[in-house]
């Protein structure tokens, strides 16, 4: 099965910090992934895709072929940044795996 | 224009009672999917639709959990004799193309609590 995995569940970072979040990938095959983000009492909605290459609320994710990784970056962390995070792959056999999620913290 | 909504949008229910979810997807997408956020936990995937047909069901919790989808816009999400386990915000997204390695656009969800 295509899966992610997001090592950590809870980041806490101060305002003005760089922020990284982590996605590991172990499948082969063409890595289309994908960053979710759901704010509070908000839905779930698409940050970025790897596909677009996009720059979105000043955060990139770069994919590693090398580190299978597909990381979440943005190098100064503001409030509003304080959500829960969702690395996925693409779809496997007409199943989706989600990562389990990273909770971001930015304190003031 | 309008985005996935969900129905109710709160359900209280007892313990062995049946209760039926409903999505409504972005008006054209083909694709649509459900999923469970359980307190605490990520995303669990539970079925896929493109058009009507759900190719794989095998995500579902159990054989008290059944899908379906009619001309390929509504859907219902049918759990039966509902056990405490089931309390979860129940997720419904869909998608515009038919490839499925687009992106999924979700609705608001639904919060079961089986008392």
């Known amino acids: 099965a295509q899966r992610v995995t997001q090592p950590e569940k809870l980041l806490s970072v101060f305002k003005g910090a760089p922020v990284e979040l982590k996605c590991n990938y172990s499948y082969s095959g063409s890595p289309e992934l994908f960053w979710y983000v759901q704010y509070s009492r908000q839905r779930l909605q698409l940050l970025l895709r790897?596909?677009s290459r996009e720059s979105i609320k000043g955060f990139t994710a770069d994919l590693n072929k090398g580190e299978t990784s597909f990381h979440l970056k943005k190098p100064f962390a503001q409030e509003e940044d304080s959500a829960m995070y969702y690395c996925?792959?693409?779809?496997?056999?007409?199943?989706?795996?989600f990562g389990s999620g990273t909770k971001l913290n930015v304190k003031p | 224009g309008a985005g996935v909504s969900q129905s109710p949008s709160n359900k209280v229910t007892e313990k062995g009672k049946d209760v039926e979810l409903r999505c409504d997807p972005i008006s054209g997408h083909t694709a649509l999917y459900w999923y469970r956020q359980s307190l605490g936990q990520g995303l669990e995937f539970l079925i896929y639709?493109?058009?009507?047909?759900?190719?794989?069901k095998s995500g579902l919790p159990s054989d008290r959990f059944s899908a379906e989808r009619t001309g390929g816009s509504v859907s219902t999400l049918t759990i039966q004799r509902t056990q405490q386990e089931d309390s979860a915000v129940y997720l419904c997204?869909?998608?515009?193309?038919?490839?499925?390695?687009?992106?999924?656009?979700f609705g608001p969800g639904t919060r079961l609590l089986v008392l």
């Open positions: 790897h596909i």
């Open positions: 997204a869909s998608s515009g193309a038919r490839d499925i390695q687009e992106t999924q656009y």
């Open positions: 639709f493109q058009g009507n047909s759900a190719p794989d």
């Open positions: 996925a792959p693409p779809p496997n056999f007409n199943k989706f795996y």
